[in-house]
């Protein structure tokens, strides 16, 4: 979930990698790219589908 937000975010907002990772505990700063790009790539549809 917190991945599919994170995608959100970056997509609507100037939110930035050092906000998502201390705000959404997603590790360390290059790992919030890397997840939010194969979850850009590779969407839960399931979940894609809740959050619109």
Do not use: C, Y
């Amino acid at each position: 979930m917190e991945l599919a937000l994170a995608a959100a975010l970056k997509a609507r907002t100037v939110a930035t990698n050092r906000w998502l990772s201390e705000h959404l505990h997603m590790g360390k700063l290059h790992e919030v790219s890397r997840k939010v790009t194969a979850w850009i790539e590779a969407p839960d549809v399931a979940l894609s589908r809740k959050l619109r």
